[in-house]
Each structure stands twice: as structure tokens, then as C-alpha cells.
């Protein structure tokens, strides 16, 4: 393929020995193929979390499941479900959403099945849904909003297909709270007469907290309550109830039977198993998932609040359930990496984490968000965070937004996705952090709500899109840029090359740079060598040990395949 020059191939060749080597080439038609290195998904794990019921509505009909209903008020709507399930997911997949951005795996939010009614939500301001997945009710069955089995399989396979993993958010600290649609539909009798036509104000006036039949719940060898026949919650991390959520007796070596109501329960897939405590059965339970569809991986929630000693005994029975997959169904599975696991523990930093040493791979970096806020100074970002990383796999997931956190300044996307996919470690992409999202209805009481809108798929901002599909493309190709060398290599333009020894792979990246610029490439680079600038599409052949482009903001130099133009 001939670029697009006003000179003629001898003419050029002169050019090129007299020092102007340089000089960039616009291509016409196919662009040259990069050199890709992307690396293990443990070296270069690019995560997309997606909130799946405020993602896409594939399947309308499995909307209102156990009843639920939306709201009118957009301000008494915020915590309902808004039907985006498992189909949509796939859907998107299908479109190539994902690929488009570079991602290589899907994190999202537990599928199993959810206490079926409404909490009170903040202080009396909204009725509160479990469409976030965090008030599990069986953790064997999927919840019926979410989809069916057949559709969790066509998910899976198809992020497969396109080398995406799949990532449970997984919960073993608590299930959810009793609500009063779950009371009555499992006949645990601790309701007043008219249940039905409770208010925000009134709602806890017909629950009787002072009934025998709570025991028909949880019972108390499995959670701590504080309620009639239960142990109350502790007053440190691993005893505590969060937010008066039931707390998972983990920790305790009792071996116990079913809890009344799953044991009644029609279409649970829970049994009693010989001698279990209460953290054989919740692994077992989650583990299940991974054995029969072939999950990946892992985001654990309230890692805090959890003995270590569980997560560590969940790592090793994920990990041999997902090998038993992969045996099982070789055609199915993206490649023979063990399973991978990402920690949440409230205010880790980048820091390798003592965590670290009971399973998980990862924990998410909470420092981020105001570390990006800051990037008028990205070298001094760039530098830290890899000393921090130094070395493989990745042992830090960063981020910008987050659903228990903020959104990221949706006026300053571009600038923070730069942070973000150039930075040392590994990313995970909020949902609509790519397309400007915006904040839904703020609570008072409970501003994280605002967090989780709708994704904006009739009003993305397609100039902030475009820069994060370019930005996570180029960075899905580098695992350098994940776990490489960093060296700044210029100050004006701010420049910097990220090396991989061990995989070769290696990248020149400039910031702030416009027009006609010359990098210093020694050492990074050979004389010779044909580069892409992936922000452009131009090439440019290294001579003298630099490579001069013409840059219209951002310059992502990467090697070209020979013969590739």
C-alpha cells in the first residue's frame, strides 16, 4: 500500500537518506497493522463494570418478575429496576460495544436472585430495589429480572468469543434484608394485616420485630440480626452489620443445615450438604456459577468485613471449579488462565495489598479518582504508580467512577480517560464514563444513587467516545503500558516511553503536543523502524534515534508490522 505523497518513490528514498526520515505519511485506505502484545489478562486486564439493570433492556417481558414496579417521579425511581438484563448485555456484545473499547473483560453486578420487593430507601425518600445486587435472597437461582439460564450461557459464550471474560460481583459478607414481598411470598410470618399498601413512612409499622417466626429466615447460626432468637451484630469489621444488613457468620465452625425458607423454597438449587458451615455452602453456592457457565473471575464486595481465610478458601474452589470447566468444555473458554479475582476493601490505595495474599489478584484502587482529578501533573502520576506496580501481574485496579463513590467530572472525560488508560496497573471503565453519562436524581440521603442513571444510549457525548475507543484499543494492544518500564523521555511536549522486557512490547506516548514535534525514541525504538501514531493513523520511520510526527493532541507511537505498508 502506497502512502498518499506528493513525491515519487525514488525521490522519497532520497528524502529519507538525507535526514528527513521523519517526515509523517498519511495512508490511503487499509491503516498498517500495529504489532499487538497485549499480554495475559493478569498483565493487562482492561474491565468494563457495568451495572446490568441500568445497562440495556434486551427482553422487555422479564421486567416487572416478582411484581416489581417502577415509578412515575423520576425522584421515587431511582432505586427501582429499570429492566436491563443479561439479553441486553449480549446484544451489545453482538455489536461489538466492548471490542470497540479495548475491553477484555465484563464485571458485572450479582445475577443470582434479589429479595423481590422494596426497602426503604435513604431517610423515607425512595422505595430501595435490590437491581444492584447486593441483597441476595438465593444465591443458586438467577434472578428472574436478570434473564434466564439459557440466557446467562449465550452471555457468556459470546464474551468468549470475542476473548472477553465475565466477572461476577460476588457478595459473602450478608444477604439482604427480609422485605415485605419476601415475607409473604416464603410465608414467614412476621407481617402485619395490609403489608400491601405500605408507605415509606409507615413501612416498618407492619413488620413484627418482636415475632418467633424470624427464625423461619436466616436463622440464627447463619447471620447475626439483632432480631428475636439472633445474635446481634459486633461492633468491629468482621462482626459488624453494614448498614444493619444481616452479617454472615462466616467465621463460624458449625455445621449447618438449610436455612426454613430455602428449604421450602420450590426452585432453589440449594440442598443440605453433609457437614458445611455457613462458608462451605456460600462458597459452594458461588462456585456453582463458575463450574456450570464458566465464569472467569471475581469482584468481591466488602472484602473488610470477611475473614481472610474465606476468600482464600473461595480462590481455590473457584479456581478448581473453572479448570473443571475448561476440561469439560474446551471449545468454550477463551484460554487456560486460572481464575482471577479483584478485591474491594474500602480505601485501598495503588500499594500491593496484604490481601494480596489470600487469593486475590487485585484490589481496586480507591487513591485514583483524586490522583486523575490532579493530572495537570501526569508524570508525577505516571512515575508512582509504576515504582508502585513494578513488575507482573497487575496487583491494582484503578478507576475513575464509581457506583459507591462519584462520577468522574463528565466535563473533563477525555482528560480523565487519558489518566486512565495510560496509567500503570489495571482499569476498569465505569458504565457511560465512555459516552458522558450523566447523574440521575440525587437522594439527599443517599447520593451514590445519582451514580447509577440509565446508560445514555440516545444522547452519548460521540467526542468523548471516539477518544476512549481510540485510547482503549491502543492500550489493549500494549501490556507495556499496563506493567512496563516507565521513562519520561520529554518535558515539552510531555513524553514518555513504557517498556515490557519480558514481552518486547514497548510504546512512545506524547500529551499536549501539536503540530510539527520530534521525539527522542533511542533506546525505545531502532533507526529504521516503521511507527503508527495510533492518535492519527500516520507512520513515521525512526532516524537518528527520533521520530518526528505531526500531532494533533495526543501521539501514541507503536511498532508496524513488516510489510504492513
Known amino acids: 500500500m502506497n502512502p498518499v505523497h506528493p513525491l515519487s518513490s525514488a525521490t522519497r528514498a532520497l528524502a529519507l537518506a538525507a535526514g528527513l526520515a521523519a517526515a509523517w505519511f498519511p495512508l490511503r485506505g487499509q491503516a498498517p497493522v500495529p504489532v499487538s502484545v497485549p499480554g495475559t489478562f493478569a498483565q493487562n486486564p482492561i474491565i468494563y463494570f457495568v451495572m446490568t439493570d441500568r445497562f440495556y433492556d434486551g427482553d422487555p417481558s422479564n421486567d416487572h418478575s416478582y411484581g416489581r414496579q417502577r415509578e412515575k417521579d423520576p425522584k421515587e425511581d431511582v432505586a427501582t429496576f429499570h429492566g436491563g438484563d443479561l439479553k441486553g448485555l449480549t446484544l451489545k456484545l453482538k455489536e461489538g460495544w466492548f471490542r470497540k473499547l479495548g475491553v477484555n473483560a465484563l464485571w458485572i453486578t450479582a445475577p443470582y436472585e434479589q429479595i423481590h420487593g422494596w426497602v426503604v430507601g435513604g431517610r423515607s425518600e425512595f422505595r430501595h430495589y435490590a437491581y444492584h445486587g447486593y441483597y441476595a435472597l438465593d444465591y443458586t437461582v438467577l434472578d428472574r429480572n436478570m434473564g434466564t439460564p439459557a440466557d446467562l450461557r449465550e452471555l457468556v459464550d459470546t464474551a468468549h468469543s470475542q476473548g472477553i471474560r465475565i466477572l461476577f460481583d460476588v457478595v459473602m459478607n450478608h444477604p439482604g434484608y427480609l ?19 405500605a408507605t415509606l413512612k409507615n413501612y416498618h409499622s407492619f413488620i413484627d420485630y418482636n415475632s418467633d417466626a424470624w427464625s423461619d429466615w436466616w436463622g440464627r447460626d447463619w ?22 444488613l444481616p452479617d454472615f457468620r462466616t467465621e463460624s465452625s458449625k455445621l449447618v443445615k438449610l436455612p426454613k425458607f430455602l428449604h421450602d423454597k420450590p426452585d432453589t438449587k440449594a440442598v443440605d450438604l453433609p457437614d458445611t458451615t455457613v462458608r462451605g455452602y456460600l462458597i459452594k453456592w458461588l462456585t456453582d456459577w463458575v463450574r456450570e457457565y464458566g ?22 474452589e473457584a479456581t478448581k471449579a473453572l479448570a473443571e470447566f475448561k476440561a469439560k ?73 464509581s457506583h459507591d463513590t462519584t462520577l468522574f467530572d463528565r466535563t473533563k472525560l477525555i482528560e480523565g480517560g487519558t489518566a486512565l488508560l495510560l496509567a500503570p496497573g489495571g482499569v476498569q471503565i465505569f458504565y457511560g464514563d465512555e459516552t458522558a453519562r ?9 447520593p451514590q ?28 494492544r500494549h501490556c507495556a503500558l499496563a506493567v512496563g518500564e516507565h521513562r519520561e523521555i520529554s518535558g515539552k511536549p510531555y513524553a ?30 531502532q533507526d529504521g523502524e516503521t511507527l503508527q501514531d495510533a ?25 508496524v508490522k513488516a510489510g504492513a505498508h
Open 449 to 476: 444513587q445519582a451514580t447509577r442513571s440509565d446508560m445514555n444510549w440516545g444522547s452519548p457525548d460521540e467526542k468523548v467516545l471516539a477518544f476512549w475507543r481510540k485510547l482503549g484499543t491502543f492500550r489493549e
Open 295 to 316: 465464569i472467569d473471575g471475581f469482584r468481591c464486595d466488602t472484602v473488610k468485613h470477611v475473614e481472610p481465610e474465606a476468600w482464600a478458601a473461595l480462590k481455590t
Open 535 to 559: 492518535a492519527t493513523g500516520r507512520t513515521v520511520v525512526v532516524t537518528g534515534g527520533k521520530a518526528a510526527v505531526q500531532a494533533d493532541g495526543l501521539v501514541l507511537l507503536e511498532r
Open 329 to 401: 468444555h474446551p471449545t468454550r473458554k477463551i484460554d487456560d488462565a486460572p481464575f482471577w479475582m479483584v478485591g474491594e476493601y474500602w480505601g485501598a490505595g495503588p500499594e500491593k495489598h496484604k490481601m494480596t495474599r489470600y487469593g486475590f489478584d487485585a484490589m481496586l484502587n480507591f487513591e485514583f479518582q483524586g490522583d486523575a482529578d490532579e493530572f495537570a501533573k501526569p508524570e508525577k502520576l505516571f512515575s508512582q504508580y509504576a515504582k508502585l506496580q513494578a513488575g507482573q501481574p497487575v496487583h491494582m485496579l484503578n478507576y475513575l467512577s
Open 438 to 446: 450523566p447523574m440521575g436524581y440525587k437522594p439527599n440521603t443517599d
Open 179 to 197: 422485605d415485605l414481598q419476601s415475607a409473604h411470598d416464603f410465608n414467614i410470618k412476621v407481617l402485619w394485616p395490609g403489608w400491601e399498601k
Open 496 to 525: 514518555f516511553s513504557r517498556v515490557d522486557p519480558p514481552s518486547g512490547d514497548r510504546v512512545v506516548v506524547a500529551l499536549d503536543a501539536h503540530g510539527a514535534i520530534t521525539l527522542p525514541v533511542a533506546g525505545v525504538f
Open 223 to 244: 447471620v447475626r440480626a439483632g432480631l428475636p432468637g439472633y445474635i446481634d451484630g459486633g461492633r468491629n469489621d468482621l462482626t459488624m452489620q453494614i448498614a444493619f
